[in-house]
Nanobody, 124 residues
Framework: QVQLVESGGGLVQAGASLRLSCAAS????????MGWFRQAPGKEREFVAT????????FYLDSVKGRFTISRDNAKNTMYLQMNSLKPEDTAVYYC?????????????????WGQGTQVTVSS
């Protein structure tokens, strides 16, 4: 069983930056690929970024490429999402997720564990 706890959300103006963190329980963090998803009101949960267990492979939603960076520190059992140049359309609840497989994935159904989410609101 893996427990995930997100933090770092908040209310910012367009153009600002935020860094989300996802702390994971368990001793085998490096064996899990991780991902960030987001869900805006009235919309389906959307893939944002994913990172392999080793951290050597990443993949992003096209609209966040060049603005967001996913990373992980396996020694600290923590994953991050650095978000720069935030836009109002980035407003959503952001969720971290883990899958019992070290390879990246983009579909929510491929993930086994989810955090409770953290709100990111970007004002124009």
């Amino acid at each position: 069983q893996v427990q995930l706890v997100e933090s770092g959300g908040g209310l910012v103006q367009a153009g600002a930056s935020l860094r989300l963190s996802c702390a994971a329980s368990g001793r085998t963090f490096s064996s899990y690929a991780m991902g960030w998803f987001r869900q805006a009101p009235g919309k389906e949960r959307e893939f944002v970024a994913t990172i392999s267990g080793s951290g050597g492979t990443t993949f992003y939603l096209d609209s966040v490429k060049g603005r967001f960076t996913i990373s992980r520190d396996n020694a600290k059992n923590t994953m991050y999402l650095q978000m720069n140049s935030l836009k109002p359309e980035d407003t959503a609840v952001y969720y971290c997720a883990a899958r019992t497989n070290k390879f990246i994935a983009t579909r929510p159904a491929e993930y086994d564990y989810w955090g409770q989410g953290t709100q990111v609101t970007v004002s124009s």
